[in-house]
């Protein structure tokens, strides 16, 4: 069971994410508790500010200190457990590793970052984590927050019905997943690889993760360089290297 509290401006576009598929479910099921929380309850003014002018001139709108504060306060109370995320291309970049770490938290708050930045004071005071999703600029933190509560939920217990799933993912053990086929047979003259349909169970791992290892020697340098393989992966990789110098004499 884990908490994830989710500070937007944008309340709307959370909650229409968070009410579909396994993250829904797993909220119904008691698995995940994700609270939407609109900032501007958390403003005192009569426009319900939550932005303002940098100080010392220039361009772009900040998000202002006050409001940020007082919604941390009612939602972490000064509990120094509590992982504070603040989305942000400068921050630290999340893969599966950084999911399965904020996973295992019991309460994880996402402050979805704004204009063309966020007082100082919110990331020296109030945050633990700074977090992108990728070096790309986005409108707003709250497509961010939804990857990461995404990864993260699936991650929990009981998430996926299946116990066994996240295993199974790319990433989960270092290399990227094989490739799947379901019925028919055969589309168009494009056909299923006949091993997946003689039903010899060790043959299929075998393949399986030969092609696993194809796809990322192939595809992924950074992952295949990090990965240590296994005296049975240096047997299929040998094979794939054999296979591949008959096929270019
Ligand atoms: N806000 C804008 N772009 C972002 C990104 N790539 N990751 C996290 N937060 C962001």
Redesign the pocket.
């Known amino acids: 069971m884990i908490r994830i509290d989710v500070i937007t401006i944008l309340p709307e576009m959370i909650q229409q994410g968070i009410s579909h598929s396994i993250v829904r479910r797993a909220q119904e099921s008691g698995v995940a508790e994700i609270r939407v929380v609109d900032l501007r309850q958390y403003t005192h003014d009569r426009h319900r500010t939550t932005d303002d002018t940098p100080c010392g001139g220039g361009g772009g709108m900040i998000m202002k200190v006050e409001p940020v504060a007082e919604a941390l306060d009612d939602l972490v109370g000064g509990d120094a457990k509590v992982r504070v995320l603040l989305?942000?291309?400068q921050?630290r970049k999340f893969d599966q590793a950084f999911a399965r770490e904020l996973a295992t938290e019991e309460h994880v708050v996402i402050l979805c970052?704004h204009y063309e930045g966020v007082d100082e004071r919110i990331r020296q005071h109030l945050v633990t984590d700074e977090?992108?999703?990728?070096?790309?600029?986005?409108t707003?933190?709250e497509l961010?927050a939804l990857v990461i509560l995404d990864a993260v939920t699936r991650l929990q217990t009981g998430a996926l019905g299946d116990e066994g799933a996240p295993d199974r993912d790319s990433f989960a053990d270092g290399l990227l997943e094989h490739p799947h086929y379901t019925k028919p047979r055969e589309y168009r003259g494009w056909t299923v690889p006949d091993i997946l349909l003689e039903g010899n169970h060790a043959l299929i791992n075998r393949w399986r993760r030969k092609e696993q290892l194809r796809r990322t020697r192939d595809r992924r340098p950074d992952l295949w360089e990090a990965y240590t393989l296994t005296e049975l992966d240096k047997q299929l990789v040998k094979e794939l290297e054999n296979t591949e110098t008959d096929l270019c004499p």
Request: charged fraction near 10%; aromatic fraction near 6%.
């Open positions: 989305t942000d291309p921050g970052g977090v992108s999703i990728g070096d790309y600029v986005l707003g933190g961010p």
